[in-house]
């Protein structure tokens, strides 16, 4: 990057990074309690009962069976980590941090975002399709 931008220009921060800590930490537990997890019954349904991942019968039952599993797996490590106190933070929980943030900024909730779900995915100003 240096040798195309040059130098001075802030592209990239040299040396070890210490503020993305807990993110890294956060993807290893999500790659250990959930993806090993899926990922190893889907490797002993392929080795052991012929599971044919170029087959799109397969494919369709594996993903009718799983995705709702993996949902609920991915939805329970969420509540589990928004729960846990962290010993940096006074043992506050990331819930507890983000709801003292939205006093702090005096926003006190949520708003939906309006969505005309008739027309959700369109694009405007796209090309029109072709017949």
Do not use: C
Not at 7 to 28: A, D, F, P, T
Not at 90 to 108: A, D, I
């Amino acid at each position: 990057m240096i040798r195309k931008k040059g130098i001075n220009r802030g592209s990239y921060i040299g040396g070890s990074s210490v503020h993305n800590q807990r993110i890294e930490r956060l993807w290893k537990d999500v790659h250990r309690v959930i993806v090993m997890l899926f990922s190893s019954i889907f490797y002993f349904l392929e080795d052991n009962y012929s599971l044919n991942i170029e087959n799109s019968i397969h494919m369709f039952a594996l993903h009718y069976i799983f995705i709702p599993r993996i949902n609920f797996a991915l939805e329970t490590f969420i509540q589990s980590w928004n729960y846990h106190s962290l010993r940096t933070e006074s043992h506050k929980t990331p819930r507890q941090l983000f709801l003292e943030g939205m006093v702090r900024n005096n926003l006190r909730g949520l708003e939906e975002v309006g969505v005309d779900l008739n027309h959700y995915g369109i694009d405007w100003e796209g090309p029109a399709p072709t017949d």
